[in-house]
């Protein structure tokens, strides 16, 4: 499944690194090779100090 501009935000931080948004159904796609091995998700502050949900992803390859 290839994720399109609608599913994903790119921003530019102050020192020039991505921050890619993706719907968590895009990444499992993106794994569907791998099997997962653990998840942990956890709140975060984004660059603008607005509450975000962030997700860990551990995968190991079939």
């Known amino acids: ?3 399109t501009k609608a599913s994903w935000a790119r921003s530019s ?3 020039g690194s991505r921050v890619r948004h993706h719907e968590i159904t895009g990444l499992r796609a993106l794994l569907s090779g791998f099997d997962l091995v653990q998840e942990r998700r956890t709140s975060v ?16 390859k079939r």
């Open 1 to 3: 499944m290839a994720l």
């Open 13 to 15: 931080a102050r020192r």
């Open 45 to 60: 502050a984004t660059m603008n100090g607005h509450p975000s949900q962030a997700v860990q992803l551990l995968a190991r």
